[in-house]
């Protein structure tokens, strides 16, 4: 039962910040995008996930739109940084202990 309740915690969160982060265009992509990593990794990881993508994505996004260079999306940063707190996961835990 514990491991639902924990599932259900970290799809809601998913999907708010990922509602967030996707903005008036309504990016359904990253909000389920968002959803699914807070479902398996967990609420904690989508707060971080969140965390770098507006870091790291929207004023890479900026700088690309204001100099007319392609845009990369921000679900690419969600990959990149889901797929870093997968292969990393263990090593920052044991950083933040």
Same mark, same amino acid.
């Given at each position: 039962? +514990?491991?639902?309740?924990?599932? /259900?915690?970290? /799809?809601?969160?998913?999907?708010? /910040?990922? &509602? =967030? =982060?996707?903005?008036? &265009?309504?990016?359904?992509?990253?909000? $389920?995008?968002? *959803?699914?990593?807070? =479902?398996?990794?967990? #609420?904690?990881?989508?707060?971080?996930?969140?965390? $770098?993508? *507006?870091? @790291?994505? /929207?004023?890479?996004?900026?700088?690309? &739109?204001? &100099?007319? #260079?392609?845009?990369?999306?921000?679900?690419? $940063?969600?990959?990149?940084?889901?797929?870093? #707190?997968?292969?990393? $996961?263990?090593?920052?835990? +044991?950083? @933040?202990?």
């Amino acid at each position: 039962m +514990d491991e639902m309740v924990a599932g /259900l915690v970290g /799809l809601a969160a998913g999907a708010v /910040l990922g &509602r =967030l =982060l996707g903005g008036r &265009r309504g990016d359904g992509g990253l909000t $389920w995008g968002f *959803a699914c990593a807070g =479902l398996f990794l967990g #609420w904690q990881a989508a707060c971080a996930l969140a965390i $770098w993508t *507006a870091v @790291i994505g /929207l004023p890479l996004q900026a700088v690309a &739109r204001r &100099r007319q #260079w392609p845009v990369v999306p921000l679900s690419a $940063w969600l990959l990149l940084g889901a797929l870093a #707190w997968i292969l990393c $996961w263990a090593r920052i835990v +044991d950083a @933040i202990k």
